[in-house]
């Protein structure tokens, strides 16, 4: 079955500092990729996706790339504030059944100022 | 602005009782979806909907059942609540069609079992 794979949290960065939050994915199809972010109480919200190999997402200065040769998805952003302290899920799913998607078990991210 | 709205935030129920989760989408979405989230464990799937009186399980069904009799509306009933179903739950809603339709989450409703 699919599986998604994210690095181990928390992470804590100073502000300003360079965010990389690593996703990998195991699919027995061709998946469309996704990245939520949920903000303390609230539910989840999608940052940024992609729907294809080699296709980018981006938004609120995150950027993922999907690579299908290394089966990834990483999550990055240059310079962190710490309005983005959250909790980041990458997640997967098929165009047949789009919302039934397979989520990682979620990065918590502690920006400092 | 589109919007899933689940009924509570908060909720504090005692062991047996028959808990109902209401949630309600605006964006005529055939698709909903009920996940239960826990810290370690990420987001499970318990049930989903993809048409009005349908239903079908997921990864984590047991001890849970759910209605879907109107195209906006999706609940989630834990038929005796037991202190293992204190949980965040959150519901989703998606379209469907080609293109990566993404999901759209509710606020979430803490439940706590005592």
């Known amino acids: 079955g699919d599986s998604v794979t994210q690095m181990e949290g928390p992470v804590t960065l100073s502000e300003e500092a360079f965010l990389t939050i690593n996703c990998t994915y195991t699919?027995?199809?061709?998946?469309?990729l996704f990245w939520y972010v949920q903000y303390p109480g609230e539910g989840l919200q999608l940052l940024l996706k992609?729907?294809?190999?080699?296709d980018k997402g981006s938004n609120k200065g995150f950027e993922a790339t999907y690579r299908k040769e290394t089966t990834s998805f990483h999550l990055e952003k240059g310079s962190v504030q710490v309005s983005d302290s959250a909790v980041y899920f990458c997640a997967l799913s098929y165009n047949t059944n789009a919302g039934k998607s397979t989520f990682g078990d979620g990065t918590t991210l502690t920006v400092k100022p | 602005d589109v919007k899933v709205t689940q009924s509570s935030r908060y909720l504090v129920k005692r062991t047996g009782e028959k808990v109902f989760l209401e949630c309600v989408q605006d964006m005529d979405h055939e698709n909903m979806f009920w996940y239960r989230q826990d810290p370690g464990l990420g987001l499970r799937l318990i049930y989903f909907s993809y048409d009005v009186k349908m239903k079908e399980k997921g990864d984590i069904p047991e001890g849970y059942s759910v209605s879907r009799e109107k195209k906006e509306r999706f609940s989630l009933i834990l038929e005796s609540a037991s202190t293992n179903q204190t949980s965040m739950y959150l519901c989703?809603?998606?379209?469907?069609?080609?293109?990566?339709?993404?999901?759209?989450f509710g606020q979430g409703t803490r439940l706590t079992v005592v």
């Open positions: 699919a027995t199809g061709y998946p469309s």
């Open positions: 992609a729907t294809k190999a080699d």
């Open positions: 989703a809603s998606s379209g469907r069609g080609q293109g990566a339709t993404e999901a759209f």
